[in-house]
């Protein structure tokens, strides 16, 4: 099996997203990861969702994907053609020993401190799922305390736009 990337655009209406994630649920596909926000033009949303499946499964999931009465365009988006990112809040112990080290660190992967108490500090990472894996295994030595990681987003690389096709055909 291999990760697969799906970029839905969507209508935006009530319930499409229950429908999107049950019919992964339907076919056992355990979803790794999904991204849903408003897309550039207003009424549609855009769902990323990051599954593990071989293509074949990928194919037929793709067709039932597009029997949704509210999906208007999917798009399997692969990484060497499209850019890939997460965002990630990070809670790590710190004292005065250590915070100077673990601001190094997170300079070093262009982070940043968004919050300092006497005994944590809060890091904010963007970046491809390597570079956040990376930062985390670096700073996991001085004690996470708490992690909050939002669902892949991604976007096909060129001047093609999803919607843009999509609404028009639409």
């Given at each position: 099996?291999?990760?697969?990337?799906?970029?839905?655009?969507?209508?935006?209406?009530?319930?499409?997203?229950?429908?999107?994630?049950g019919l992964f649920a339907r076919r056992g596909f355990n979803i790794e990861s999904l991204a849903v926000g408003p897309a550039d033009i207003p009424g549609f949303s855009r769902i990323t969702v990051v599954a593990d499946q071989d293509a074949v499964l990928l194919e037929q999931l793709t067709k039932q994907l597009n029997?949704?009465?509210?999906?208007?365009?999917?798009?399997?988006?692969?990484?060497?053609?499209?850019?890939?990112?997460?965002?990630?809040l990070v809670k790590v112990r710190s004292d005065k020993q250590t915070r100077s080290h673990i601001i190094e660190?997170?300079?070093?992967?262009?982070?940043?401190?968004?919050?300092?108490?006497a005994d944590a500090l809060i890091i904010e990472i963007t970046g491809d799922s390597a570079k956040v894996q990376a930062l985390l295994q670096l700073l996991e030595p001085y004690g996470i305390k708490e992690l909050a990681q939002s669902g892949l987003i991604a976007m096909?690389?060129?001047?093609?736009?999803?919607?843009?096709?999509?609404?028009?055909e639409f």
């Open positions: 099996m291999s990760r697969s990337v799906l970029s839905l655009l969507v209508e935006d209406k009530p319930g499409i997203l229950t429908r999107v994630a029997k949704l009465i509210n999906v208007i365009k999917i798009v399997e988006l692969k990484p060497e053609s499209s850019v890939q990112r997460e965002h990630v660190t997170v300079n070093l992967f262009r982070a940043s401190v968004v919050d300092v108490t096909g690389r060129g001047a093609k736009s999803i919607t843009e096709r999509a609404v028009k």
